[in-house]
């Protein structure tokens, strides 16, 4: 068999460039597949580990006393209190509580009691105190060491253990990089950072500013002595430690929950592991379409190599090697070309990987980052590629091989076939200039040239117009929501009060983590979590628009306006009703409007309506809008503010992640643009080796001949450009639909005029920079060629 080996080996040495671009192009497939999983794996695998160490909440709520207390109970309360009747008419019963500082603990445990008892859950009370200082929000927690649910890890350090020692989770504030061993100043005391720690319930690493708060570990002897009101709230945790989603369902659904955040809407600590499932999700993608890709284009070469070497192969059979054994030491040989691609691939993405694991340690807080490959993951990678590789070779020589041995000697190469594309197309451009018409013809002689550029261009396309979408969707996302405001300054009070609207200033009635219901097409009840903002409606403030620019605030009077980006994501259009339950009161409400701009966590509602549904004054208010905010701080109360200025740039720093995923997106195109490429040139220049070595004995210089019989695909590719870009978007449309799901943060599809001129004009410029490459190379072989060696 040393002979047939030989053989072989001769045959890869004189396709040499072929197969390693088809090496190449496996090590490409298994390298992206394995880059994302060795990041993913490992990620995932440490955060499972962790949620279930560390007892990770199944969910977090609020009890609502207002509902679990009757109106004699709750008045006697008030009576008590010396809070007069008129006060509980003019702000309801959980506004009294915040404004009055009540604290109903006997009541609020036996009503969560009851809870736990019906619904069959644990729970631990976690308590905290904030604080808020040049902009910055710090909130204090205490009970590290000694919670049953969220139980902190230490990643660095110590957990503090005297007065002046804290431990934190976030690592960065505003522009400043926390470290262990450096000192933090707030509220006139200096504090030492002993420590650094890690909460199942606070995975997302933000940037501390006006909206997300810096947690800080102390003693609790240090938390005692702190002052200021305290806040808390239950994390549960279903007691056999098993998610069960029915339940979760019917608890978001027991009016005696004020607040219900399932997990799964838990951002802060699922975000991570719905980045890394999204991220798994697109590594099977590109390992399909790769690895179909690749296979295509060996069949291609292959058939091609085999039709080349009929009589070769005639000659050993009639050596009398058999078929099997010949078959059994090429696929031997092939099984070691995929097994070489696929090492290659995974070897480099062991080392690239670590840019991806940096991208999520930057973002989230987790013990630890390995960076690891699942045997599933390796068995799927590998697997795929060699089997499908392997298999298609297989099928191919298996029918090459049951020729008969004097068909395989005496073998004629047949005139190529004029398909009915040629014939169409040399009839349509008689007219045209006899180069320009021998190159169109020449360009449709190959059906499986023209289905290989067509997939280039498809592939290329799709990441391209991915790339180029989540770059503009990020851009835009800032300048959108940005527009219609014509405030300042977003005051928000820890308390409510009474107040009606004037020049200066323009309040609003916020209620957080609201539950919306609505039954979808097929009947099936959904529910999701959202922030509540009423408001006048006066334009002069904030001014919602739909994404055509049009205004809806006088829409306010028929109903609710939803984001669109929200409504996009579940699936609810203009006209719906929803239900919306605020303690006992389930208010059937109306989609009147879908905005474009604005918060896209919020709803927008008419205060007065929400005022009259839920039985309070009008006149309640717990923010402002402003221009001035001297006249805002009211004393005795708690406020922070929130610019508009410092709003803009943080969502710029979060469009940052997206705007990273565009780029490599856009980098794999090209990537996969230049192989493709590449590979088309390459057989181009083998069809017509003997044609540029007759036309340049002719005279013709090597710019001329390459003009001739190798830039022949240019219209091919635009056409096929032209036709495949609307599949290319409903591909993309798709991917982005499934990552929106799987995230629950919508990502919309933005192409345009724009988008079409430059994703042609980035592969047209790889198919002529290729080109020029491929000629100038074939130019110096072809120097010292002659027509006998062709």
Same mark, same amino acid.
């Given at each position: ?83 007069? #009747? ?81 431990? !934190? ?43 997300? *708060? ?9 938390? #005692? ?37 399932? !997990? ?100 989230? &807080? ?49 005139? #190529? ?46 990441? *391209? ?12 996302? &800032? ?55 009423? *408001? ?14 049009? #205004? ?19 699936? !609810? ?17 109306? !989609? ?199």
């Amino acid at each position: 068999m040393k002979h047939v080996l030989t053989f072989i080996w001769r045959d890869m040495r004189k396709n040499r460039v072929q197969i390693g671009l088809v090496l190449l192009l496996i090590a490409v497939t298994s390298f992206i597949f394995f880059f994302i999983r060795y990041a993913s794996d490992g990620i995932s695998a440490e955060y499972k580990r962790f949620a279930e160490t560390q007892h990770q909440e199944h969910f977090s709520f609020h009890p609502n006393l207002s509902v679990g207390l009757n109106d004699d109970q709750q008045r006697q309360i008030l009576n008590q209190a010396a809070i007069p #009747e008129q006060e509980l008419e003019q702000y309801g019963f959980d506004n009294l509580l915040q404004i009055h500082n009540l604290r109903l603990d006997n009541e609020a445990a036996v009503l969560v009691s009851e809870l736990s008892k019906q619904y069959s859950f644990e729970f631990e009370k976690i308590r905290f105190k904030q604080a808020e200082e040049n902009g910055f929000r710090y909130r204090w927690l205490t009970d590290a060491d000694s919670r049953a649910i969220n139980q902190v890890q230490v990643i660095e350090g110590r957990l503090p253990a005297r007065n002046g020692e804290i431990a !934190i989770i976030a690592t960065t504030l505003g522009q400043r990089k926390l470290a262990t061993g450096e000192s933090l100043s707030i509220g006139g005391h200096t504090y030492h950072i002993v420590g650094k720690v890690s909460s199942p319930d606070h995975i997302r690493q933000y940037a501390v500013d006006q909206d997300y *708060f810096l947690p800080i570990f102390v003693s609790p002897s240090q938390y #005692e002595s702190m002052t200021g009101d305290e806040g808390s709230y239950y994390a549960g945790r279903f007691r056999d430690g098993e998610q069960h989603e029915d339940r979760v369902h019917q608890m978001a659904n027991d009016a005696r929950f004020a607040s219900f955040l399932p !997990i799964a809407e838990h951002a802060e600590a699922v975000e991570l592991i719905q980045a890394v499932i999204s991220n798994s999700g697109m590594s099977n993608i590109f390992l399909l379409t790769l690895t179909l890709l690749c296979t295509g284009v060996f069949l291609m070469f292959l058939n091609r190599r085999l039709r080349l070497q009929q009589q070769s192969w005639g000659c050993l059979i009639a050596m009398g090697y058999s078929r099997a054994k010949l078959m059994g030491m090429y696929m031997l040989n092939n099984l070691l070309f995929s097994f070489l691609g696929v090492l290659v691939g995974l070897s480099l993405a062991y080392f690239a990987a670590d840019l991806l694991i940096q991208q999520f340690q930057s973002q989230y &807080v987790l013990p630890s980052y390995p960076k690891l490959i699942g045997v599933d993951s390796l068995l799927i990678g590998s697997g795929s590629i060699v089997i499908v590789f392997n298999g298609a070779a297989f099928w191919m020589l298996h029918r090459f091989m049951q020729q008969d041995v004097a068909a395989l000697l005496f073998a004629r190469q047949k005139n #190529e076939h004029v398909n009915v594309l040629t014939k169409w197309v040399s009839r349509a451009t008689v007219r045209l200039p006899f180069i320009q018409r021998v190159k169109l013809q020449m360009s449709a002689r190959s059906l499986k040239m023209i289905l290989l550029i067509g997939i280039t261009v498809c592939l290329s396309s799709i990441l *391209f117009i991915m790339g180029l979408s989540l770059n503009q969707s990020s851009t835009n996302a &800032v300048e959108h929501r940005m527009q219609g405001i014509h405030y300042r300054y977003d005051v928000q009070y820890d308390k409510p009060g009474l107040s009606s609207s004037h020049e200066q200033r323009n309040p609003y009635y916020l209620l957080r983590d609201k539950r919306l219901f609505w039954t979808d097409s097929s009947g099936v009840l959904k529910d999701t979590k959202m922030n509540i903002l009423a *408001f006048d409606g006066n334009e002069t403030w904030l001014a919602l628009t739909d994404v055509a620019g049009k #205004e809806l605030n006088a829409k306010l009077s028929e109903g609710i306006i939803m984001p669109t980006a929200k409504a996009e994501l579940l699936g !609810i259009r203009v006209g719906d009703t929803l239900q919306l339950h605020l303690g006992n009161k389930k208010i059937n409400i109306q !989609i009147a409007g879908l905005s474009g701009n604005g918060n896209p966590a919020i709803i927008y509602m008419n205060k007065s309506k929400l005022a009259d549904e839920l039985g309070i004054s009008r006149d309640i208010y717990n923010g402002v809008f402003t221009n001035t905010v001297e006249s805002e701080q009211r004393q005795s109360e708690g406020f922070h503010i929130v610019t508009v200025e410092n709003l803009r740039e943080q969502m710029k720093a979060q469009a940052s992640s997206s705007q990273l995923s565009a780029v490599i997106n856009q980098i794999l195109g090209g990537v996969i643009a230049v192989i493709m490429i590449w590979l088309i040139t390459l057989i181009t220049v083998e069809e017509n080796k003997r044609n540029m070595a007759l036309l340049h004995m002719l005279g013709y210089k090597q710019r001329e001949i390459g003009k001739m019989l190798l830039n022949i695909y240019v219209w091919v590719l635009i056409v096929a450009y032209i036709v495949l870009t609307p599949l290319a978007i409903v591909v993309v449309r798709a991917i982005l639909d499934s990552v929106s799901q799987s995230t629950h943060d919508y990502i919309p599809l933005v192409y345009n005029g724009f988008t079409f001129v430059v994703v042609l004009a980035a592969i047209l410029l790889i198919y002529y920079v290729v080109l020029s490459v491929a000629r100038r190379i074939h130019a110096r072989t072809a120097s010292s060629g002659s027509i006998a060696r062709t």
